[in-house]
């Protein structure tokens, strides 16, 4: 019997699938995106298309870069999360409020916790250590 840890071959395999579509490759989450946006953009043309003529197709535009810049694109501070994320989060917190897990800490319990390091660093920066010392906890 045999025992594979598929953890690592799996983990991006969403973000990696591509779709090919006329020898243009695509990733698959952009394909979903661009057609839920030209769907999501209809309703929008249509109604303008009266008032402003063929000035309203740029509605399309708009909307499928709104789409991309809302669930495609991340942010650029902080913990990089998808830019939807990003505005959900800014407009559930609060300020002197701490979220752990998504919920709100609650610091009256008096309890104490310290978060470590999930991992020691196996030797010492090469600053601090001396070059023999180096060369022997290598061959240790």
């Known amino acids: 019997m045999h025992v594979y840890d598929l953890t690592g071959l799996t983990r991006g395999a969403g973000e990696q699938r591509r779709v090919i579509i006329q ?56 913990l990089r999360l998808k830019n939807y994320q990003a505005i959900l989060d800014s407009r559930r917190s609060q300020i002197d409020q701490f979220i752990v897990c998504g919920q709100p800490f609650d610091f009256s319990r008096g309890v104490a916790v310290t978060v470590v390091a999930s991992s020691v660093p196996l030797y010492r920066p090469a600053s601090s250590v001396e070059v023999g010392d180096l060369f022997r906890s290598r061959l240790r």
């Open 23 to 78: 020898s243009l490759d695509v990733p698959f989450q952009s394909l979903v995106l661009a057609v839920v946006g030209f769907v999501a953009s209809l309703p929008l043309v249509f109604l303008f298309f009266p008032l402003f003529g063929y000035f309203a197709l740029l509605g399309f535009g708009v909307v499928e870069v709104a789409t991309f810049w809302l669930f495609r694109w991340r942010s650029r501070s902080g």
